[in-house]
């Protein structure tokens, strides 16, 4: 069995297709910044406020836990990463290590990449600031659309580079986009 990790942008729909996945292919669902909130007693976010390296670092070690458990070696497996993965060099490498294009034979990991426009993520990302009363920490900046912009366009270039397979989940309900992973895995 493999380990389906999703990976994308803050609110590509990673989480929710992940759940739909699951169901579908009666496995288990892990969200990365779940796990790393339950490890550290504090949110990703507010390990983001407290400096980008602690972040990072919670969120390399929460990443090693769940590669050493036995769920990953033993249970059909749907993984959640974070919408900023892509820039932690660490956790990178231990995807990479894992799985994903450049291992892809051994045939535990499966990298997906759940795209979405820059401007449908910019939507969601102020829909959920307007219900939280604050944008993500990130983009804290003099022009928060633009920071968002740029950071989405990087992003997404060496996503698309790592993952196995690129899905398009714009304007698709979780369903949809768990239906077109389970056809490609």
Same mark, same amino acid.
């Given at each position: 069995? !493999?380990?389906?990790?999703?990976?994308?942008?803050?609110?590509?729909?990673?989480?929710?297709?992940?759940?739909?996945?699951?169901?579908? !292919?009666?496995?288990?669902?892990?969200?990365?910044?779940?796990?790393?909130?339950?490890?550290?007693?504090?949110?990703?976010?507010?390990?983001?406020?407290?400096?980008?390296?602690?972040?990072?670092?919670?969120?390399?070690? /929460?990443?090693?836990?769940?590669?050493?458990?036995?769920? #990953?070696?033993?249970?059909?497996?749907? #993984?959640?990463?974070?919408?900023?993965?892509?820039?932690?060099?660490?956790?990178?490498?231990?995807?990479?290590? *894992?799985?994903?294009? !450049? =291992? =892809? /034979?051994?045939?535990?990991?499966?990298? #997906?990449?759940?795209?979405?426009?820059?401007?449908?993520?910019?939507?969601?990302? %102020?829909?959920?600031?307007?219900? =939280?009363?604050?944008?993500?920490?990130?983009?804290?900046?003099?022009?928060?659309?633009?920071?968002?912009?740029?950071?989405?366009?990087?992003?997404?270039?060496?996503? %698309?580079?790592?993952?196995?397979? #690129?899905?398009?989940?714009?304007?698709? !309900?979780?369903?949809?986009?768990?239906?077109?992973? *389970?056809?490609?895995?």
């Amino acid at each position: 069995m !493999r380990t389906i990790f999703l990976i994308g942008p803050k609110h590509s729909g990673k989480t929710s297709a992940g759940k739909a996945l699951a169901g579908h !292919r009666c496995g288990s669902f892990i969200d990365l910044d779940e796990m790393i909130e339950t490890r550290t007693g504090k949110s990703p976010r507010t390990l983001y406020k407290e400096g980008p390296e602690i972040f990072k670092k919670a969120e390399t070690e /929460a990443l090693t836990a769940l590669l050493h458990s036995e769920n #990953v070696n033993n249970a059909m497996l749907i #993984v959640a990463g974070g919408g900023g993965l892509i820039d932690n060099s660490e956790a990178l490498a231990l995807l990479g290590a *894992a799985g994903g294009k !450049r =291992s =892809s /034979a051994e045939g535990k990991f499966f990298l #997906v990449y759940l795209e979405v426009s820059a401007e449908t993520a910019w939507k969601r990302i %102020k829909e959920a600031a307007e219900k =939280s009363g604050e944008l993500p920490p990130f983009l804290n900046t003099g022009n928060p659309e633009e920071t968002h912009r740029a950071l989405h366009e990087r992003r997404a270039a060496a996503y %698309k580079a790592l993952a196995d397979i #690129v899905i398009n989940a714009e304007n698709k !309900r979780p369903s949809e986009i768990a239906g077109e992973i *389970a056809e490609q895995c």
